[in-house]
DNA sequence: TCGCACTCAGAT
DNA sequence: ATCTGAGTGCGA
């Protein structure tokens, strides 16, 4: 079998590809970036050499045999721009069609030859770890833009290594230090795994039908609310086929537009959003749940402020106690006690069974480092551990207190572990000292730590629900039409923070954050890398600028003298344009030859697209894509 | 920034 | 049927 990708030798001149290390006379040395490469495992027309000097695969350019000649502005261009200009070249040529531009670029990705590839081949060209060539797990991605597993990225950089595998550009100390997790890209490794199964499973069972297929996709506003807009919003669609006392993690089985589950991580726009995916159902109220049965789930919005949040565990306040008279729905003022009754109840009723409560965190949550920016994200479960009463922040009156700590089989998303949690220690909480009705749990939980299989899990069986699912309509056609959404959703993921539109020619901070080229060059575009200082008449020493990342207080001047694309997460995302194309092109030919369904046209103007003309049709998809990303990311 | 009116869903 | 609720945008 002949190498579809080809690999130089690793620092301790071990052959990449064939895990042995070849002796001297068995290697050849690029000219160009000065790397050992085993000969038996490069490809014959690797070996060539037009000029005088040996080149490797990665610097003479070879893997793009088909590309255009293209002359890039930057001066210093590593092996990943050629592959980004060839792009660009594609991408600029007018007489192609958007069609033409993804089969180009396909081709252009699977090394110009034939489309021979199975899918396997095909994800592993997309976006791969170079140190275990596999996808790469917790991604982290350097300033030169490859990317890497953080275990592998670790134990380079643990050698002592400061160079790239990929480039040998010098990675900076403290990128080595402390290497952030690249989330989008996270989301682009799900959706590579997800997307072919649910293509597949969209025809996928729906076990319940209420009147939920006549709720709109979106929340709505009735004419009269829409004075006031989303605040007297009704809710929207719910997408998952959960029922509203469904304890525990959301799994795929319930998730039948996208069949991936409602994962850690996830985040929407508001509450009712978050309404929509099952996390936490009450739209206003902070906890989920049922006096006699036990809490599903709570919010942390920082309505209380005797919350206090360390992550992985965090003391939470009960609800009620507050005045809420008139029209007023929510009151910072305590005017009473609270008890553990109604909501209350629930929760010291799930401490007691020791069931998992799903906790979603709100942008609204200023004092919590954990709270995410914008929205509203699910964090995934805790249990609690123990509940009190003591005397709130605002002194005269009794607030219910709990204690959640997390025991979720997935990490946080702000944690760069590579598995979820395992039991902790509880910590010490000094109030406890004037807590009343302190509860503490005695039976054994229902959901908890499996040592021998390593998970969390249901020991007991959960609580029988006693209410209905709020199902989805099952014909086929709606389905398709939201599994593609449930694209569209993820394409958000890939929006960037400057344009809010999907990124192009993606750059990733070493905070993590990702961009596009253009608009973080030009954000910083004029500043100077120093600033001249001087006190009368007299020349200080120039000091250097700080240029803020646009989205956290990290200082990107380093990064910035030469931010390098993230090829792979580009490639991952014109991967995902395509396949809207196709999934879109599908649902018309499906349209064309059915024509069976009785349908009740409420289809939107939008949406509506004659037979003939695609390409247009389809610049149009991507631009209403780019405008969903906008409308989530904007505010 | 604050207070306010407004809406809907869910518990009881 | 009544009550509560960690939402929401507007106008002062």
């Known amino acids: 079998m002949a190498p579809e990708v080809q690999f130089p030798c690793d620092g301790d001149g071990v052959c990449m590809r064939c895990k042995v290390k070849p002796p001297s006379e068995e290697t050849l040395t690029c000219g160009t970036c000065v790397t050992p490469w085993h000969v038996s495992c490069l490809l014959p027309e690797s070996l060539a050499s037009s000029t005088g000097e040996w080149q490797c695969p990665d610097c003479s350019g070879d893997v793009v045999p088909s590309a255009a000649p293209v002359t890039g502005h930057a001066g210093v261009e590593s092996s990943g721009s050629v592959l980004v200009a060839a792009i660009r070249a594609i991408q600029a040529d007018v007489t192609l069609t958007e069609a033409k531009k993804a089969k180009r670029r396909q081709k252009l990705m699977s090394g110009g030859g034939d489309d021979g590839l199975d899918e396997e081949d095909k994800k592993k060209l997309e976006i791969f770890c170079s140190i275990c060539i596999q996808l790469p797990e917790r991604p982290i991605t350097t300033p030169c833009g490859h990317n890497f597993c953080l275990r592998c990225f670790e134990k380079w950089v643990g050698q002592g290594k400061l160079t790239c595998m990929t480039c040998r550009s010098k990675i900076p100390k403290n990128v080595a230090q402390n290497p952030r997790i690249n989330l989008a890209l996270v989301s682009a490794i799900r959706l590579a795994n997800v997307t072919k199964c649910s293509v597949e499973a969209t025809a996928a069972k729906v076990h319940h039908i209420i009147r939920n297929q006549d709720r709109p996709e979106k929340a709505f506003t009735t004419d009269r609310a829409k004075k006031t807009g989303k605040a007297n919003a009704a809710s929207g669609r719910i997408y998952v086929t959960i029922p509203g006392d469904h304890f525990g993690p959301i799994p795929a089985e319930n998730d ?110 200023k004092r919590s480092a954990y709270a995410p920016k914008e929205g509203v994200r699910y964090d995934g479960v805790y249990r609690i551990e123990k509940c009190w009463s003591n005397v709130g922040i605002q002194g005269s009156y009794k607030v219910c207190r709990y204690l959640f700590v997390r025991c979720d ?18 910590p010490n909480i000094p109030e406890l000292k004037k807590a009343t009705d302190l509860f503490v749990r005695k039976e054994s939980p229902s959901w908890d730590f499996d040592e021998a299989e390593g998970r969390w899990k249901w020991m007991k069986s959960p609580p029988v629900s006693r209410k209905a699912v709020a199902a989805l309509d099952p014909e086929e056609r709606k389905i398709i039409r939201k599994a593609k959404n449930g694209n569209n959703r993820l394409l958000k993921e890939f929006g960037c923070q400057i344009c809010k539109k999907v990124l192009s020619l993606p750059v990733t901070t070493p905070c993590a954050h990702n961009f596009c080229k253009a608009c973080l060059e030009a954000k910083f575009a004029g500043i100077s890398q120093v600033r001249e200082r001087s006190k009368g008449g007299r020349t200080l020493r120039a000091k250097k ?91």
Request: one cysteine or more.
């Open 545 to 635: 600028n700080i240029m803020t990342c646009p989205c956290c207080t990290t200082d990107l001047s380093d990064f910035l003298q030469n931010p390098q694309v993230n090829r792979e997460m580009m490639e991952v995302i014109e991967n995902l344009k395509k396949k809207e194309e196709e999934a879109e092109s599908s649902k018309d030919t499906a349209e064309s030859s059915g024509g069976n369904n009785a349908e009740s046209e409420e289809e939107e103007g939008t949406q509506t697209v004659s037979e003939v003309e695609p390409p247009t049709k389809r610049i149009k998809l991507v631009d209403t894509v780019a405008a969903a990303a906008s409308d989530c990311v904007g505010k």
């Open 256 to 365: 039948p537009t996208r069949n991936q589950g409602v994962l850690v991580g996830e985040s929407w726009e508001d509450r009712q959003e978050c309404r929509q995916w099952g996390a936490h159902f009450p739209h206003i109220a902070g906890i989920a749940g049922q006096s006699a049965v036990g809490a599903q789930s709570v919010a942390l919005s920082g309505g209380y402020e005797d919350d206090e949040d360390h992550g992985e565990w965090f003391l939470y306040t009960g609800s009620g106690g507050r005045d809420l008279g008139g029209n007023k729905r929510t009151n910072k003022i305590q005017s009473s006690d609270q008890s553990f009754a109604k909501m209350n109840e629930a929760l010291r009723l799930s401490c007691k069974m020791g069931y998992p409560v799903r906790v979603v965190r709100s942008h609204k949550e």
């Open 409 to 426: 089989n997935e990490p946080a998303p702000w944690t760069s572990d590579e598995h979820g949690d395992r039991p902790r220690p509880l």
